[in-house]
């Protein structure tokens, strides 16, 4: 069955980097656009950004533009979200997903994983 686990969250400072990452099973996602969303206390899950089964190409919301940086492994079948210069508002669960490319839809979600900001 196919599966989604992100890891690397964690509580860091104002400023600071976090790293995460989404690991895929049980079926290969090399095909698949893989985005990354998040969803706040009390909020509605919103974008973040995705990237293309090649990973030539990468889109991300206006929040988080220039701050952070999606890549892939298709070899690893793996997804990483790089967060720098992270503010107290991008404190959320963080949540990998996947849709094929003939649909807007994503059908496989994972768990997520929290980031918190906070001094």
């Known amino acids: 069955q196919a599966q989604l686990v992100e890891s690397g969250g964690g509580l860091v400072q104002p400023g600071g980097s976090l790293r995460l990452s989404c690991a895929a099973s049980g079926r290969t996602f090399s095909t698949y656009v893989m985005g990354w969303f998040r969803q706040a206390p009390g909020k509605e899950r919103e974008f973040v950004g995705h990237i293309n089964w090649s990973g030539g190409s990468t889109s991300y919301a206006n929040s988080v533009k220039g701050r952070f940086t999606i890549s892939r492994d298709n070899a690893k079948n793996t997804v990483d979200l790089q967060m720098n210069s992270l503010k107290p508002e991008d404190t959320a669960r963080y949540y990998c997903?996947?849709?094929?490319?003939?649909?807007?839809?994503?059908?496989?979600w994972g768990q997520g994983t929290q980031v918190t900001v906070s001094s």
């Open positions: 997903a996947a849709r094929a490319i003939t649909t807007l839809k994503y059908d496989y």
